[in-house]
């Protein structure tokens, strides 16, 4: 009876061992949750109080005069006449991310993205599943000139942070104008994008704000919409370091959202040395325009 009622007890015991762990865990996931949201409440805040009015209001077909021909294209198969400047937007993402250099470790991810126009910047808040129940948080942003890699497991345990460098702050406005085949407006010359043409299917467009300044070759498919992208160099994280690579995306799945036709699926890559490299596959799962008033 005593055995039996020794070995009844220390079963409550380990029960409310178990109990209290997974309470305890619990408190720290939705601490860690709140913290992250906080931060990307600040981050956002920085990011909208860096804004500045936005001088041309819609879109006049005359402003295409002396541009490429195939920048011209683009824009008459893109926009209409009349058309609102986008001044922000909200994007919501789904996709795969490759968690490796040398392999394919293709993990799941959701993501937030808030976008402003004039000035140039955006956050991409992130969750990439690593495993059931297991994910890492990322802010990817530019805000104010300032580009920003935030990366922390659960939202809380810290995996890279770095900010403030000029590659970083040169990347991010990259990955802004590359982006901007999301918010086509833009891309034009009033939004003081400067086109230089290459052929009949690619032109450079460069784009600076502040002391920065990147350019990109767009190249156009046969609908004369954005085909891709290209950089001979963007930085990129190899081991605690940024590494100058080539960097190219590919876009597709063109549909009209707000009267512009803008594309809903993509892939991002490094070309390395041993090749095309793939990290980002995603697919627009909500667009939210806000346009210059």
Known sequence: MWASGDGSEMKWIALLVIVAFAATIAVIFVYAARRWKSGTEKLRARLDLARRPIGTKTYDPSELIGLPEPV?????????????VVAAVNVEHSGT????????????????QRVVTQRPGFDWDARIAMMPGVAVCVHDAYVAGEGLLHVALFGLVPLANLRGTPALAQGELMRFFAEAAWYPTALLPSQEVQWKG????SAMATLRDGDNEVTLLFRFNEH????????EGRGAMVGKDIVMLPWEGRMSNYQTHSGMTVPLTGEVAWVRPEGRQPYWRGLITSLRYEFAS
């Open 72 to 84: 011209q294209r683009y824009f008459r198969a893109t926009l209409s006449g009349g058309q609102q």
């Open 97 to 112: 991310f490759n968690q490796s250099d040398a392999h394919e470790r293709w993990k799941p991810f959701v993501s937030t």
């Open 198 to 201: 290459v052929d009949d299917r």
């Open 224 to 231: 004369d919409l954005i085909e891709s992208f290209h950089s």
